[in-house]
């Protein structure tokens, strides 16, 4: 991420110094070479700002840090240092399950940008509400489709704890049916309790470690 921002950087200087060059220098452009320095001023360096920047910016929006960056998920923030196992995202977070500095990316791959063309048109109405409209209580956000077992397999499948748990093993159908996504890893009695940002105010905390 500083690399990025390093040559974006880069990128911007020299095409306003070049910018500069050209715009106060006009005699410059009169040759041939001083029409391809005004080129590479004016159109190249600024569209090779605009590819860093836009690579820059989506790298950064896969971290953590910039996912509760909005207030309105400060509480979802909250739940991953519940002092509870029962919240999965916690349980995940808390032991290293998914890498902390991209914890929500890890588990929400198909969120808006990072989605398909549906993802991306909701991540476009979610800044349309974040700056001109109303965000909703943290408690009413939810998802917009059923949660993909995918995000839980891409990890877990194939490994021991996964296949020789008794839940898993107690129908010889409940696998297969879980990589189909038939049986959601998120049913009542399973995996159901996530955030459970509503319940925050009755919860403790953990603190890890300095």
Known sequence: ????????????????????????????????????????????????????????????????????????????????????SGYLAAAHFQNNRVPRDRACYTCHTDYAMFGGIRSKMRGLRHLYVHYLGTEPPPEQIKLYEPYNNRECLHCHDGGRKFLERSAHTRTPDAIPQMRSNALSCLSSRCHDTVHDVASLADATFWKAPQ
């Open 1 to 84: 991420m500083i690399r990025g921002d390093v040559l974006l950087a880069g990128f911007l200087l020299s095409a306003t110094a070049l910018a500069l060059l050209v715009g106060f220098s006009r005699a410059v452009t009169r040759s041939r070479s001083g029409k391809v320095l005004a080129f590479v001023a004016l159109f190249l360096f600024p569209a090779l700002a605009l590819g860093e920047g836009f690579s820059a910016h989506m790298e950064r929006a896969q971290s953590t840090a910039f996912c509760l960056s909005c207030h309105v998920m400060e509480n979802h923030g909250r739940s991953l240092w519940a002092d509870d």
